[in-house]
């Protein structure tokens, strides 16, 4: 679970760090566009598939990184990771794997914030929430960790925007994202 949690905290700048070749104007880096219908993402492979705004940009990935979406400052990255042991399924699993995972987010004080965290079901699955804030490009961003357990494997949702635009893109964007994902069982292991 340790470098799924580094690769959580890594990845935001990684994604931004390939975006300064275009020509947009500065005010588009930042600001993500509204998002302009709807497009089913599938990747059969990983069991994957979500709906997507039509108008925000897809980048090809290299397992376990499965895609990412992206507008401006706002990110989407899905992970999958197949794991050898058994998935956490009762309450008490569910509850070790959080303490684990808050756990190495607070040996990064200084770049991480934890502002909540939750057990629930995303999918049709357990899954576990981790919501913090983050410095990311120099500015504070909020983050959602989305960690669910299904067919062999942990698929995390990472959606992250500033600070100041998440609560609008979390409406537009990450939250029908999340209502619309659909894991199944891959159609090769990846």
Sequence with gaps: MTGRIAILIFCPLLLLAGCGQSRTTVS??????????????????AGISFQAPRNWEVLAERLPLVTAVRSGAAVIALWRYPQREPLPSSPSELARARRQLLGILRVRPSTVAVIASRITRVAGAR?????????IAGRVSR????????????????????????ASVDRAVFSPLLRSLLITRPASRP
């Design 28 to 45: 588009t880096l930042t600001t993500p566009a509204p998002a302009d219908g709807a497009r089913t993402l599938a990747y059969s492979a």
């Design 143 to 166: 983050v959602r960790s989305t960690h669910v357990f299904a067919f062999g494997a942990e698929t995390v949702v990472d959606e992250y925007a500033p600070l100041e635009l998440f």
């Design 127 to 135: 899954a576990i929430v981790v919501e913090s804030l983050q410095r």
